[in-house]
């Protein structure tokens, strides 16, 4: 069975960094795209940072130029770089991965990770 395990997340003052990891567990043949998602309190998930198989990469407009995403194949890892953090990214961030193909079984179209907490204050 494919899980996305997350860490990192914390508690940071605005202007500070901190560095999400994302591990996918499982005999895993390949991920196609890996990203990561937040939620805020009241509000919808939406995507923060994206990257393929092949190193493109998909931001967020308020996040462009302050976080970084990052992946290592060999390893079914994605890391997520946050650098300026504002109190507006206070959230819940999730790790996804989409078209997974593990050695034996069927392919998962999309797993999510369980979540981390990150919280930037003032």
């Known amino acids: 069975q494919v899980q996305l395990v997350e860490s990192g997340g914390g508690l940071v003052q605005a202007g500070g960094s901190l560095r999400l990891s994302c591990a996918a567990s499982?005999?895993?043949?390949?991920?196609?795209?890996m990203g990561w998602y937040r939620q805020a309190p009241g509000r919808q998930r939406e995507l923060v940072a994206a990257?393929?198989?092949?190193?493109?990469?998909n931001y967020a407009d308020s996040v462009k130029g302050r976080f970084t995403i990052s992946r290592d194949n060999a390893k079914n890892t994605v890391y997520l770089q946050m650098n300026s953090l504002k109190p507006e990214d206070t959230a819940v961030y999730y790790c996804?991965?989409?078209?997974?193909?593990?050695?034996?079984?069927?392919?998962?179209?999309?797993?999510w990770g369980q979540g981390t907490l990150v919280t930037v204050s003032s």
């Open positions: 990257i393929t198989s092949g190193g493109s990469t």
């Open positions: 499982g005999r895993i043949v390949s991920i196609n795209a």
């Open positions: 996804n991965a989409q078209s997974v193909t593990p050695y034996s079984g069927i392919k998962y179209l999309e797993v």
